[in-house]
């Protein structure tokens, strides 16, 4: 079965610019969720979604940050504009739904950095 | 107070030892523990979930809950090299799934 895939890997970006990380979960798995991680740090939830719905995202930045998943299973999650802060690994993962009860699986992450 | 406080570490155990990882959690009304793996320069790996209070054993791991106590530990049973890794423990309360810091394991040889 594969395992839930990101791209890119890796994003090199000067501060200002947009960027862009996509998401494929896991078939069948109804809930997708979008973590930052930090260095030294347990990943952050940013945004989660069952199917279509976005049902938490009050740690999404909303100011510069923006997600969609349309049709219930690819995800992408956008900056506009990146800051330097904003240098993170951007970790999505998925799990078959509900409140999180159920285990969440890890794609490879995406390391942004903004310089 | 966070919510998973976990020992950063690192926490350093010779080959075939016992390595022991504590996790502690602020809401009683927290449902379900995760322990995840995850090596440097990669992403969380989910190596054991338990959702009742009591032992749950999977191969050299044995996951352990207190809900009383706020508490859930992992064991490492004849720890091997390939165990170090920064190890991280998991809590959802309300659908939402908080991390601890992660506590570093070192296996030595």
């Known amino acids: 079965e594969a395992g839930v895939v990101q791209s890119p890997r890796y994003k090199i970006i000067e501060k200002k610019q947009p960027v862009a990380f996509w998401c494929n979960p896991i078939?069948?798995?109804?809930?997708l969720y979008w973590y930052r991680q930090n260095l030294g740090q347990g990943p952050e939830l940013l945004i989660r979604?069952?199917?279509?719905?976005?049902?938490?995202d009050s740690q999404l930045p909303k100011d510069r940050f923006s997600a969609e998943r349309l049709k219930g299973v690819d995800s992408t999650l956008k900056i506009q504009p990146a800051e330097l802060g904003d240098s993170a690994v951007y970790l999505c993962?998925?799990?078959?739904?509900?409140?999180?009860?159920?285990?969440?699986?890890f794609g490879p992450g995406t390391r942004l950095t903004v310089t | 107070q966070k919510e998973v406080e976990q020992n950063s570490g690192p926490l350093s155990v010779p080959e075939g030892a016992i390595a022991s990882l504590n996790c502690t959690y602020s809401?009683?009304?927290?449902?379900?523990f995760f322990w995840y793996r995850q090596y440097s320069g990669k992403s969380p790996e989910l190596i054991m979930f338990?959702?009742?209070?009591g032992d749950k054993e999977d191969g050299r791991f044995t996951a352990q809950l207190n809900k009383a106590s706020q508490y859930v530990s992992l064991l490492i049973r004849d720890s091997q090299p390939s165990d170090s890794a920064t190890y991280l423990c998991?809590?959802?309360?309300?659908?939402?799934?908080?991390f601890g810091a992660g506590t570093t394991v070192t296996v030595r040889a």
């Open positions: 993962a998925s799990s078959l739904g509900g409140q999180g009860g159920y285990e969440q699986y």
């Open positions: 078939s069948g798995h109804n809930t």
């Open positions: 979604y069952e199917n279509e719905e976005a049902v938490d």
């Open positions: 809401d009683r009304g927290s449902q379900s």
């Open positions: 338990i959702y009742s209070n």
């Open positions: 998991a809590v959802t309360l309300r659908g939402k799934l908080s």
